[in-house]
């Protein structure tokens, strides 16, 4: 019986396991362990490193918020805290952005107008506003 319950309790560590998300011009958000989430580029390098909190896509955009990561993947990492913006087009990365500024690029690139994509875990859908990861 014991073995049985060990197996079933392993069985579903391994449904909780790592994931990934593709996003556009092949960037993909990744779960690398229950601590830390990330995103790579189609050559598997790391753009964002741990830890990506909440996030939200379209096709040419990638915006969302980074912390620290208690456990990270690469503790060498010196990119900052904050909300964060990647333009999937050309890689332009904008890191360490605090709320206000990251409001006002929302307004100055008129994000707000475009429908992005919203994960949790691996389920997306389409929301009408950017600023819904923008407390």
């Known amino acids: 019986m014991r073995n049985i319950i060990f197996l079933l309790l392993f069985f579903v ?14 960037y993909i958000f ?16 790391t753009i964002i490193t741990t830890n990506i909190i909440r996030y ?5 955009w990638v915006i969302g918020f980074r912390e620290n990561s208690r456990h990270p993947d690469d503790p060498s990492s ?26 006002a690029f929302i307004r100055d690139k008129e994000l707000n107008k475009q429908k992005f994509q919203r994960c ?4 997306c859908h389409t929301i ?5 990861i923008v407390p």
């Open 13 to 26: 560590a391994g449904c909780a396991g790592d994931y990934k998300n593709n996003m556009n011009n092949g």
């Open 128 to 132: 009408d506003s950017v600023s819904e």
């Open 120 to 123: 949790i875990i691996k389920k």
């Open 30 to 45: 990744v779960r690398t362990n229950a601590d830390n989430h990330s995103i790579i580029d189609k050559n598997q390098s």
């Open 56 to 60: 939200v896509f379209n096709e040419e």
């Open 78 to 103: 010196q990119q900052p805290e904050g909300y964060f913006a990647l333009k999937t087009s050309n890689g332009d990365l904008l890191l360490g952005i605090n709320k206000s500024k990251i409001k």
